[in-house]
């Protein structure tokens, strides 16, 4: 009896091995699985759960939203972009921002690169995307001479902050593309500045989230209307202690007065001893006002 028992505990021992060794092929596993162990195909679930997760904290741009994360180029910590609007210089308090909007264009932006190499003054330039897409060696030019790159959308609308927000994130995210593929060789879109200052919570979510640091001004020059070179320069001798960030134009018309002011502007700062910079891009800062 105990000799047949013996016999009959073998075989089941044997029928509960050899299904466990069919389940395991089936898995695609060679060796039984012991217990407190995970097959192949519960490590992969584990993996793919997890990415999925990860994937879910990310923003459009495939990287974490608005959370530090790691910077390829570097291997370091990617820093956060805050969704405020910046005004403030990297460059410090006496620092000033010089920012040109609504190019590139073949006849105005040459000059004014020209302009700026002759005081060695590096600026932000807010290029539409469409402009962007049909002049890239200006683009690249841009890139070149050291300066930064800014989104001003697709289609300048100033009345985007009324528009949907899948309106928004095509004008902000499409032109980002345009922008950075005619640039090239991993050039990136640094800033975004709304069309008209038409900045609303979501448009700023979705720049910062992809990189962008939403981008105001605190000294409007009026240049896109042209009332003549004293009249720009004055403007800026009168508003710089509204803050650092001077609005000027490249596109959007004839520009032969921007030209002549922005000369005359930077030989006053020269004199003023106030350098230039580049605005912040991970400091929180406050909102903009007016056209551009």
């Not at 020209?114 to 200006?138: I, N, S």
């Not at 841009?142 to 095509?170: I, N």
């Not at 004199?271 to 007016?290: H, I, K, L, N």
Request: proline share 8%; charged share 25%; hydrophobic share 35%.
């Amino acid at each position: 009896m105990a000799r047949m028992h013996s016999q009959g505990t073998r075989a089941r021992i044997a029928v509960a091995a050899s299904a466990a060794a069919v389940a395991a092929t089936v898995w695609g596993v060679v060796a039984l699985v012991e217990p407190g162990q995970h097959s192949l195909r519960d490590n992969a679930s584990r993996q793919t759960d997890a990415q999925r997760d990860n994937d879910g904290k990310k923003g459009t741009d495939g990287k974490p939203d608005g959370k530090p994360g790691g910077d390829p180029a570097s291997g370091g910590p990617r820093p956060r972009i805050p969704e405020g609007i910046a005004h403030a210089s990297e460059s410090g308090a006496n620092a000033v921002n010089i920012t040109i909007d609504d190019g590139p264009d073949p006849r105005w932006t040459p000059q004014i690169l020209d302009v700026l190499k002759k005081y060695d003054v590096k600026a932000t330039f807010c290029m539409v995307g469409p402009a962007a897409k049909a002049h890239p060696d200006l683009v690249k030019k841009v890139v070149a001479g050291g300066h930064r790159l800014c989104d001003h959308s697709m289609d300048h609308d100033t009345s985007m902050d009324k528009k949907p927000v899948d309106y928004q994130e095509r004008q902000i995210l499409e032109a980002k593309k345009l922008i950075e593929e005619a640039a090239g060789s991993g050039a990136k879109v640094e800033y975004y500045r709304a069309p008209g200052g038409a900045f609303t919570p979501d448009s700023r979510r979705i720049a910062a989230a992809n990189g962008m640091r939403p981008l105001g001004w605190n000294v409007d020059t009026k240049d896109f209307e042209k009332p003549g070179v004293a009249a720009i320069v004055n403007a800026v001798k009168r508003e710089m202690g509204n803050g650092p960030t001077v609005l000027f134009h490249d596109g959007g018309g004839n520009r032969a007065q921007t030209v002549e002011a922005l000369d005359q502007v930077l030989a006053w700062l020269g004199d003023q001893g106030r350098p230039t910079g580049f605005p912040v891009r991970t400091e929180p800062d406050t909102p903009a006002s007016g056209p551009s």
